[in-house]
Nanobody, 120 residues
C-alpha cells in the first residue's frame, strides 16, 4: 500500500516562508511526476508546481519566483519551498505522485493535505 505523508504546514505572517515535505512509502517500482496542488475554501483544487524524475519543473503563474519545488529521488520525497507568502496562498496543500507499482500499474496517489495559513 503506497502512502504520501505531508508535513510542514502552519501559520505564517505575510512575507514569511514555509517548507513543505511529502514522503512516499510502501511498495512501488518507480515514481514519475510529483507535484503540489492546493485548495482554498470555496475554490477548486489547483496546480501549484510539478517536477519530473529528471528535475524539470512547472509552476503556476501565481507562484513563479516565490515557490521552488524539488525532490530527492533516493528518499522518495518532494519539497515545496514557499517564500514571500501572501494571504492568497492560504489553502490546504496536497502532495501528488504518479507511481508505477510493483505490478507495473500506473496510479496517481494523493496525500492527506496540510494546511497553510498566511495571516497577520
Amino acid at each position: 500500500q503506497v502512502q504520501l505523508v505531508e508535513s510542514g504546514g502552519g501559520l505564517v505572517q505575510p512575507g514569511g516562508f514555509l517548507r513543505l515535505s511529502c514522503a512516499a512509502s510502501g511498495s512501488m517500482f518507480s515514481i514519475n511526476i510529483m507535484g503540489w496542488y492546493r485548495q482554498a475554501p470555496g475554490k477548486e483544487r489547483e496546480l501549484v508546481a510539478t517536477i519530473t524524475v529528471g528535475g524539470s519543473t512547472n509552476y503556476a503563474d501565481s507562484v513563479k519566483g516565490r515557490f521552488t519545488i524539488s525532490r530527492d529521488n533516493a528518499k522518495k520525497t518532494v519539497y515545496l519551498q514557499m517564500n514571500s507568502l501572501k494571504p492568497e496562498d492560504t489553502a490546504v496543500y496536497y502532495c501528488n505522485a504518479d507511481i508505477v507499482t510493483v505490478l507495473n500499474r500506473r496510479i496517481t496517489y494523493w496525500g492527506q493535505g496540510t494546511q497553510v495559513t498566511v495571516s497577520s
